[in-house]
């Protein structure tokens, strides 16, 4: 051995488990298959050598390492992971490094059956989530159809824009099924927007209408505000006000301005009726003064005692009663009261003494006693034959049925009575 080869073997390692430095300076890696050259590294020393191409396998095993992690923490789409395992395991194959490669490959095979796991996975979820969108969709779909068979006018537009942006963050289903469902989405809308054009077009038409008929019934109620014939012109702004609620809502830009003017009439004319009734109430107060005395020597005729003296007496003050005249409005109820409670408490005696001699009733009663004195008689003579003949039972009969008429003869005797 020279000099030089021996002075190089002592000053540092050719080899490692997984490669060497050949004298000649080529650096071989070994394999399952056996050595294969790497490279070479002139410049430096053997040792150095292969600390250059260790380091290159450092760097693959880094990047297998890498690879595990994202693939084990399911970043990776299995496809993209898929790719990349097999460009890495490309890389460790052919790779220019001294390093346990067999190892490293292997570890690389070992993600196949995690990435086959999370792609079925992820298949399971992407079911999961188009059964999901599906469902919503048709949640959504059902509601739009709903709305555009109802008329809410005012929520419904903003309830279809909800669902639009709704179905926008959903999913796409398969082209057909989503396109279907699509399909009755949007012909919802579209027939929601036509039915509700349409409602706005003959509300805007009505309200028109409206407006025609409220400056009309304005314009009369202004021309009635000075009338004095108070209770003709109270009535027809009572019929004016039925005309105004039936003619429905005009434009909003002048329907407060009409209400403004057919109710600043309204209150013109009835300011000054209650005006005039209120001077006429003072005027009439001296009335209802004579009124309540009257009223004092009406209620004195009640309980009533002595039916003609009270009738006549009543007349009387009946009379000074209409030619005391009218009272104040919120007097006239009271008092016209009190005099018909008077009235009817007369009247009330008088007829109950007109039931008490009721010809008719006083004829139908005398028949009554009539019949049953004739009964009495027939049976009293049964009862004189049946004890005669010792019949016990037949007497006992007759002398219960005797008792029952006499009983009845007595109260028609009362009744008739009372007629007379």
């Known amino acids: 051995m020279s000099a030089d080869k021996q002075s190089r073997d002592d000053s540092a390692p050719e080899q490692t488990p997984w490669g060497r430095v050949a004298e000649d300076g080529t650096v071989y890696v070994r394999t399952a298959d056996g050595e294969r050259p790497v490279g070479s590294y002139e410049a430096g020393t053997p040792e150095e050598a292969l600390e250059f191409f260790t380091k290159r396998f450092e760097e693959l095993e880094g990047k297998v390492h890498l690879l595990e992690q994202r693939v084990a923490s399911g970043r990776l789409a299995p496809e993209e992971a898929t790719s990349s395992v097999k460009a890495l395991r490309e890389q460790v194959v052919d790779a220019h490094a001294v390093g346990d490669l067999v190892s490293l490959a292997a570890r690389l095979d070992a993600l196949a059956p995690v990435i086959a796991v999370q792609r079925s996975a992820r298949k399971e979820e992407r079911a999961q989530k188009t059964a999901e969108s599906k469902a919503a969709k048709e949640k959504l779909v059902a509601e739009a159809e709903r709305l555009a068979e109802g008329t809410d006018w005012r929520n419904g537009a903003n309830r279809l824009r909800e669902l639009l942006a709704t179905w926008k963050e959903l999913p796409r289903l398969d082209r057909a099924t989503d396109d279907a469902l699509w399909r009755r989405f949007s ?119 002595d039916l003609e003296t009270a009738k006549k007496t009543f007349r009387d003050l009946a009379d000074r009663w209409d030619a005391a005249g009218k009272v104040p409005r919120d007097r006239m109820k009271e008092l016209e009261g009190r005099m018909r409670k008077v009235e009817q408490a007369i009247r009330a005696v008088e007829d109950e003494q007109w039931s008490r001699s009721d010809p008719e009733k006083s004829a139908r009663a005398d028949d009554m006693i009539g019949k049953l004195e004739a009964g009495i008689a027939d049976t009293q003579v049964k009862l004189d034959k049946a004890s005669a003949a010792g019949d016990g039972r037949r007497v006992k009969d007759l002398e219960s049925e005797l008792a029952n008429k006499q009983a009845f003869l007595d109260m028609a005797r009362r009744a008739a009575a009372d007629f007379g």
Not at 255 to 278: S, V
Not at 289 to 302: Q, R, T
């Open 187 to 305: 012909t919802a809308r579209t027939t929601y927007t036509r039915h509700r054009k349409a409602h706005f077009a003959e509300e805007h038409e009505r309200r028109d209408s409206a407006r025609v008929v409220k400056e009309r019934l304005a314009k009369e109620a202004e021309a009635l505000a000075t009338s004095t014939e108070w209770g003709p012109t109270a009535g027809r702004y009572r019929d004016l006000m039925r005309e105004w609620k039936a003619a429905g809502p005009a434009p909003r830009e002048v329907d407060d301005q009409l209400w403004q003017r057919f109710r600043g009439a309204q209150d013109t004319f009835f300011g000054a009726r209650d005006a005039a009734n209120a001077a006429l109430d003072q005027e009439f107060a001296a009335n209802a003064e004579v009124k309540e005395a009257i009223l004092v020597e009406a209620e004195g005729l009640v309980p009533v005692t």
